[in-house]
């Protein structure tokens, strides 16, 4: 089992829907979670953190957390094709000690 | 200080040949990663330092792989005997240990291909 699973994509959205990206970790002792987005050949880039159950809105971005559940989702509402790109879940490992990576799923918002 | 510098951008080398790769991290971080990213995958963690410590080393990293970073400031990646599956982009990232939970930033990345 991967420390950190995203699920698969591509994923393609119309313009203007809701996305949904989702990804479990197998650390059950973690507390940070973070979605990073990457556009193709450019480094991640952080869009959001999460470290409480629950949700946590930024704009039209939405976290949320179920550590019971090893989970870990985005939603990004009202999609546009600026979104298209891939998104990666990490999860921080050891106390602070390392960001671990899923696969990333690559999200294409079609207008 | 506007962020993760990492210079080169690309290297292209013969199999065999050795490369080093330079990382300046954002001056008031003492954390200083690198990972190894493939196409269609998230970033591999390679090793990270805390000042001029190396505090850890991914298993999947071979004895041909070494990182230094002498004055905990800027860090070097050096790749020995180049391999074609060595070909990836490596990221830098930087982090103070007391905002790492607040996840790190990554440079611009040194795309490497090995012909």
């Known amino acids: 089992q991967k420390e950190v699973e995203q699920n698969s994509g591509p994923l393609s959205v119309p313009e203007g829907a809701i996305a949904s990206l989702n990804c479990t970790y197998s650390?059950?002792?973690?507390?940070?979670f973070f979605w990073y987005r990457q556009y193709s050949g450019k480094s991640p880039e952080l869009i959001m953190s999460i470290y409480s159950n629950g949700d946590k809105e930024d704009g039209r971005f939405t976290a949320q957390l179920n550590k019971a559940s090893q989970y870990v989702s985005l939603l990004i509402r009202d999609s546009q094709p600026s979104d298209s790109a891939t998104y990666l879940c990490a999860v921080l490992y050891n106390q602070g000690g390392k960001l671990i990576f899923g696969q990333g799923t690559e999200l294409s918002v079609k207008p | 200080d506007t962020g993760v510098s990492q210079d080169p951008r690309h290297k292209i080398t013969k199999r065999g040949q050795n490369v080093t790769f330079r990382c300046d991290p954002i001056s008031e971080h003492n954390r200083l990663y690198w990972y190894r990213q493939t196409l269609g995958q998230g970033p591999e963690f390679l090793t990270y330092f805390q000042n001029e410590a190396q505090l850890e080393k991914s298993r999947l990293l071979s004895d041909r792989f070494s990182a230094e970073r002498p004055k905990g400031s800027f860090s070097t990646l050096e790749i020995q005997r180049t391999e074609q599956g060595d070909s990836a982009m490596y990221l830098c990232?930087?982090?103070?240990?007391?905002?790492?939970?607040?996840?790190?930033?990554f440079g611009s990345g040194t795309r490497l291909t090995v012909v």
């Open positions: 650390d059950r002792g973690s507390q940070s």
């Open positions: 990232a930087s982090s103070y240990d007391g905002t790492v939970v607040s996840g790190y930033t």
